[in-house]
């Protein structure tokens, strides 16, 4: 039998729109990607994998984006990203491994002051049309601010999918550290933007990824 990943990266709120409509435009040309064997899904893509797999219809989903009746309220963050960029280049210049790294961008990821905590969880919860994990094989990945290792959650964790969502998308310097059974979780896209690694073996593999501004430092700890 032929198994297929499909593999969603980050983007924001911007990567959100773009994935869903692509994956919206894939249904209506006959390719159904709800069948996929593996969902992967990396800050923005965290929320549309967990999306796609609610059971939810993908055309209900685009029209939760596109009406403005439906559209979850979303925050407005005002990071500085200057600071970030220079910052995070300066921790990758310090050296060491890649999980030491994480762990510099992690502790400046809990001194920046973001939106508040609660509030942002209630974004992410708004967002997703089922809150419980879906019986379809979904990862999705955050990095723990601690140790600085890639963390990937699923519905054998024991940690909510809300939560699991939110540690995923928690970009340093807009959105607060996930806090998840006494530990801190910051976006998966720190330690690789899109996490294809996690859908290797399978046969077929569909990776959605927008085109980003790079960050010198994220091909480097992708390992």
């Known amino acids: ?34 069948t996929a064997n593996l969902f992967v899904g990396t800050s923005a893509g965290a929320n549309v994998s967990a999306q796609i797999t ?26 500085d990203f200057a600071k970030m960029l220079a910052d995070f280049t300066r921790a990758f210049k310090e050296g060491g491994t890649g999980r030491e790294i994480l762990q510099r961008i992690g502790a400046l990821a809990l001194a920046a002051p973001t939106v508040p905590e609660a509030e942002r969880r209630e974004i992410i919860a708004s967002r997703l049309p089922v809150q419980n994990w879906p019986q379809s094989r979904l990862e999705i ?18 940690v909510e999918l809300v939560d699991a969502v939110m540690a995923s998308g928690a970009l340093p310097y ?25 859908a290797v073996g399978f046969d077929k593999v569909l990776v959605l990824q927008p085109d980003l501004p790079p960050f010198p ?7």
């Open 1 to 34: 039998m032929t198994t297929h990943a499909l593999v969603l990266g980050g983007g924001g709120v911007v990567g959100i729109a773009w994935e869903t409509g692509l994956l919206v435009g894939l249904a209506e040309a006959g390719i159904d990607i709800c």
């Open 54 to 79: 609610s059971g939810l219809a993908l055309e209900e989903l685009f029209q939760r984006l596109v009406d403005p009746a439906l559209q979850a309220h979303e925050l407005a963050p005002q990071p």
């Open 141 to 158: 990945v955050a990095v723990d601010v601690q140790s600085g290792e890639r963390t990937v959650f699923t519905r054998d964790s024991g």
């Open 174 to 198: 807009a959105y607060p550290p996930a806090p998840i059974n006494q530990r801190r979780y910051i976006d998966g896209g720190c330690y690789s933007i899109a996490n294809l690694d996690l």
């Open 217 to 223: 430092y994220l091909e480097s700890l992708d390992e």
